[in-house]
Structure formats: C-alpha cells, structure tokens
C-alpha cells in the first residue's frame, strides 16, 4: 500500500486518519485546552490544511503547514508488527524508584547525598517492597544542572563517592535482589567535558562532535530556537566565530548525532556501563538527539503554543528511528539491558514506533502528557484537575499489545503531585490523596516509577522566600528573565515558585531531627521544614500511614499478575468525578472505584456490589456515599 504524502491539499480528515496526525493533534488539543471531540466536527475534518490558512487569519500560515506535514511525511515506512500477546519481562513486573543522589542521605556532612547514604537506605527500600532503582546522574559534572551536564561519563562526581563505592553499591543492590538503572544523558555533554575542549582546539573529529555553525563574523544566532533554561539556544565563540547549540544551559552543548565517530564513543560509553552489570537506562530526552539538518527557524505560532521556539525541529527528528535501532544493536541487546525514554512532547503514537517490541528500539517511555493540566504549563500557578488526568491516563492505557508505559507523577523535574492538586500547605486531606494517586499509580497497567518521598507525601516547599533560596539552573534564569522582562523581584519570584524544579529537590525527609535527617551539616538545598511533621521514621511505624499504604499496595502489585498484565478496561466514564476501571484477566478481575473530588459522591450504579470483595481501602470502614478521594480496590468474586 503507498503511503500518503501529506501537504497543504491534504485534509484534516486525512490527517487524524494517520496515528501521528492524531498524536500531533492531541498536542496542539491540549495545549489550547480544546476537547479531543473538537476535531471530530465534519466541516472541520473536510477542511484542506490550506483553508485553515484563510479560517486563522495570521496564526496558521505556510510555515506551520510545512512543519505538520514534515512530521507526518517523516514517519513514511515506519511500521510496527503487532503481537497476540504481552511478553512478561522483569522491568514489566517491577516497581522502580528514583534516587536524586545529591537530596537522598548525606553521610559525610558535606550537605550532599552520596553512594554510601544510599547504601545505608537499602533496606528501607527493601521493606518498602520496590525491586529496581533509578539513579538520576552521579557522574563527574560542574553541576550546572545538577549532574545532568556530564564533564566525564567513567568517572563518580567526587563529593557523592568513588567508583569502589558505586561497585558496592551495585553488588549490595544485586544482592537483595534488585536491579539498578542509571541516567544516559547523550543529547549533550557539558562544556568541560574534553570531547568540547579540543573541539575548541578544532581537533577532529571532536571539532564534528557538537552542533555548530559558521558565524561569519556576524551578532545573529543561525536560528531563532530558545533554550529551555531561558534566552537563544545559542553560545558565540569569538576566537571560533562559531555558534554553539545547547537545548538546556549554556554549559550543556548539544551533541551532533550525524557524526558516526561520536556515534561509536557513545556506544563504548553504554557498554563500559553496562559490563560492569547495571541492569540498564533511563535516556535523558532521547527524542531529541535527532535535528532537523537544515536547523531551519522554529514557528512563532508553535513556539507560543509549547513555550519554546524550534521544537518542532528536533522533539522528533528525521533520523531518531535510525540512531536508537543502532545504538540498542550496539550496546542494549547485547547486555539483555532495559531502557526508559524520556521523550518529552510524543504522543501515543510517537511512542509506540519508539518501544514497541517489533521496533527494536526502546522498551518503555515517560510520556508528559498528564503532567499538568490541559492549556496550563509547569511554570503557571493553578490547581490541578484530576478529571483532566483521568482522560489522559484512559488514553496512554490504550497503548497496543507488544508495547508498555511507564507510570508516574512524580520526578526531579516537577512539583510534588499533592502540591499539584492541593496547593503547597498541609492540607486536611493531603494523605486521603496522596493514598488515591498511589492506588491509581499501583494498579494501572505499565511501570511504576516511585519518586524519593512520593511514598512518604513529601508536598511543596512553602518556605521558599527568596530566590537565594533556589539552586535550579532552571529557576534562576527563569528569575533572570522575568526581572528583565519588567516583573518586579516579587513578582518574578511568585512566578518561580510556582514552578520551580526545586519543589520535587529538597532534602529527603527521614525524621524530625535537623534537616529531616538528612545531613548533619548544611544541606546544599534547604529541608523542607515539613519535615518534622512529615518523615518516613514517624510513618515506618504507622500502620495507617501513607507509607504503610504504598508498602501493601506494592505487596498487592507484586503477587497479582493481574495487576500487571490484566486488560485495562474503564467503566462508568460518563461520571467525571470518579476514576473507576477493571483489571481483567483469564483467573480474575480487579474493579477500581475512585472518587477524583474533595467531596461526598454517590457511589456509581452496580448492580452486584455483593461480587466484589474489598481488598485496600484509603477509608476505613464502609460509607454509603464516596468519600474526598476515596479509593477503593476491589476484587471480584469468581462465580
Ligand atoms: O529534562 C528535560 C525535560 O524535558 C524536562 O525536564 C523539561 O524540559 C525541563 O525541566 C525544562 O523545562 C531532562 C532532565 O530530567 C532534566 O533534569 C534536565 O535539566 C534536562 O533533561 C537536561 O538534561
């Protein structure tokens, strides 16, 4: 069968007939808060791209046009072979949890975590009941964000330990019978890193290993991309008169993944890792090490949508099929290793060319879709709606056989999830949540991923005052930026605190001694003062306690399969204030009955309620209507 070429003639019709017209759609729906059924209007699905040139007046225009239909040709011969049934593998049936070394357990008083903190926590993770860990970066860096700017791949950051104590820490991890993946960052390396420093020499072929241009002698950018840590995406080097990209900071260059050399040093890299026996990576926005070669300029209306010019030019690249099938032929396959992709803005479709099993290319992804709420960004002060995420998770389940998801709210990235929803204070009803979203979390289908002090209900820092206060890279420049833009120092900081990385980043919250117990000196972050009501120690010993939940949540998870593989199916949609779906399979049946509001509902119309037995409960006790939250996991009778 051809495929379709799609250009200014083609239909919107046709173009949510193709899964990547549909995943392209979702976006641009979601960023304009419009619902999913807009575009199913009959006049707009008859509608030539060219006419909605005409209808929009000056916001589509040819750019833009070119843009979606770039995407939609690129995806020309990329097919997935389905399957009848799900592999069981081990990183399907795993409950991960990722460690932010540098916030986890400081053990030598330098106000860092370190290797030997995590050691010392092994157990609490074991009685916890998680079987595999996420090591975000402890690599050699600057630590101009915080680790995720590499200066040397094969060597420990020194303040968090040395390579012997990462080897124990592997071997002790082994020993417990659990698994450890550590942070691939390979869309860019720091500017310290030596790769950099002789391409600065023009020393070949280090001088291809980064994504330059010629500046010939001018004060312009070679295009009008934005950072994501504010300003050009642009560095000048007079002595070069050469342009410099960095997608993130300006001490993060992007590397250039055309070159075939750099190609093979990352395939060492992976593999010096991966024979000393971790078990795999999670891929630091792996969908971007693919650029659009031109580097043409980013589309204004696109960048206003998504908050960052040019975009569209690398969060899918022509080439990103070919260098993940190379790389995991390379290295991955070889070592049996699991890989996680962050692929910051793909949609289902996207992703499933990107890790369903007949691809060979990845295995699982984090998908952002339901990180904030429909029209809103990270960075905008409002409440999250739950109802919103329902949908969204509804849709990212409807992922096909052969493919598999990742599970998660929380990470280094982004706000405490109870903060999301509840405002940064110690609500009333911050556990009776914190228990809902850790149900939803455990009996989803794909991979949980458990962020450090998600378990415990770790929320917001509320005791941010000043922006002295704030270590992101993100979060200052972001500071930077609103002060010059004319925000008073106020306002910029209301405006940072709001959506600061530095929120999911402070202290690990162990007891109510100094610092939660993390460090007994300075902490290189303040400790969120809640700590002293709010602590894995008080809670360790609480069986009602949020803890207490994850830990028989987890236990439920890891001896029902069903749980696991079972079919996801949703049931009383039509109730916006609940989340209600079974997990099915051959042997059993889970119902799942969520209240999504803060206040009394009545139950959903069942007509057997006498088939279901009650396995968890956020509430004790039965209730006639449903109760703020209330969250219930059910097993049917088998008649
Ligand atoms: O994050 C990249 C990413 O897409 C989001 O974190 C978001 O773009 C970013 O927060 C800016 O808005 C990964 C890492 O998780 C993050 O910690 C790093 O800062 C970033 O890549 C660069 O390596």
């Keep these: 069968m051809t495929e379709q070429v799609f250009n200014q003639n083609s239909t919107i019709g046709q173009i949510l007939n193709h899964p990547m017209g549909k995943d392209i759609a979702d976006r641009l729906l979601l960023k304009i808060n419009l619902p999913p059924f807009f575009m199913n209007n009959i006049l707009i699905k008859s509608l030539q791209l060219k006419h909605m040139k005409l209808l929009s007046g000056r916001y589509i225009d040819d750019d833009f046009i070119k843009t979606i239909c770039t995407l939609l040709n690129q995806t020309k011969g990329e097919t997935i072979t389905p399957v009848s049934e799900q592999q069981p593998t081990w990183w399907k049936e795993a409950v991960f949890y990722q460690i932010y070394p540098r916030s986890f357990k400081d053990t030598d008083g330098d106000g860092l975590g370190d290797i030997l903190g995590i050691i010392e926590k092994l157990p609490y993770l074991q009685q916890l009941g998680v079987n595999a860990i996420w090591l975000s970066p402890i690599y050699d860096s600057p630590m101009d964000d915080m680790g995720y700017d590499i200066r040397d791949y094969k060597k420990i950051f020194e303040k968090y330990g040395t390579m012997e104590q990462f080897d124990t820490l592997l071997q002790e991890v082994h020993k417990r019978g659990m698994r450890l993946i550590m942070d691939l960052i390979i ?51 007079e002595e070069q008169d050469r342009w410099y990209l960095h997608l993130f900071s300006k001490k993060q260059i992007d590397l250039n993944w055309e070159n075939n050399e750099l190609q093979k040093e990352i395939y060492d890299i992976v ?109 905008d002060d409002y409440l999250y709606d739950l109802v919103a995420l329902k949908n969204i998770l509804i849709k990212w389940q409807g992922m096909g056989l052969g493919s598999w998801n990742t599970l998660f709210f929380e990470n280094h990235d982004n706000q405490r999830m109870i903060s999301k929803v509840l405002g940064n204070t110690n609500h009333p009803l911050r556990f009776p949540l914190g228990k809902m979203l850790a149900v939803i979390h455990l009996t989803l289908k794909g991979t949980p991923f458990i962020f450090q002090g998600e378990e415990i209900g770790m929320i917001n820092c509320n005791s941010f005052t000043s922006i002295d206060q704030f270590r992101d890279v993100e979060s ?164």
Aim: aromatic share 12%; hydrophobic share 30%.
């Design 476 to 639: 200052l420049n972001l500071y930077a930026s609103f002060l010059q833009n004319g925000d008073s120092k106020d306002e910029a900081l209301k405006k940072v605190i709001a959506g600061s990385r530095d929120h999911a980043r402070t202290p690990f919250q162990w007891n109510d001694s100094e610092n939660g117990g993390f460090s007994t000196g300075t902490p290189w972050i303040m400790a969120n003062p809640d700590f002293k009501i709010c602590n894995a120690d008080q809670q360790n010993g609480d069986a009602t306690s949020l803890l207490s939940f994850y830990k028989k949540l987890i236990d439920l998870r890891n001896n029902n399969t069903v749980l696991i593989y079972g079919d996801f199916k949703p049931t009383h949609n039509l109730r916006n204030d609940l989340f209600c779906y079974y997990r099915i399979s051959e042997s059993e049946t889970y119902y799942i009955e969520i209240n999504l509001t803060q206040k009394h509902v009545p139950k959903p119309l069942r007509l057997k309620r006498g088939e279901l037995k009650l396995v968890l409960s956020n509430y004790e006790g039965n209730n006639f209507l449903l109760r703020p939250f209330e969250a219930c996991v059910y097993r049917l009778n088998q008649s």
């Design 187 to 237: 869309n860019h390396t720091s500017d310290e890193h030596t790769w950099f420093k002789r391409a600065l020499e023009n020393e070949a072929p280090y001088n291809d290993f980064y994504i330059s241009k010629k500046g010939n002698g001018n004060t312009t950018p070679p295009n009008n991309w934005t950072s994501f840590f504010s300003g050009p995406a642009w560095n000048y080097n």
């Design 271 to 379: 593999n010096w890792w991966l024979d000393k026996g971790i078990d795999g990576f999670r891929l630091d926005v792996i969908n971007y090490i693919s650029k659009q070669p031109e580097l043409p300029n980013g589309n204004e209306v696109i960048a206003k949508l998504v908050g960052y010019c040019g975009i569209e030019h690398y969060f899918y690249g022509p080439r990103l099929h070919e260098h993940l099938r190379k790389l995991r032929l390379n290295t991955f396959e070889t070592h049996n290793a699991v890989t996680v992709g962050e692929v910051p803005g793909l949609g289902v479709y996207m992703s499933e060319l990107l890790v369903h099993e007949s691809r060979k290319e990845l295995d699982m992804i984090f998908s952002f879709d339901h990180l904030d709420s429909p029209g809103k960004s990270r960075l």
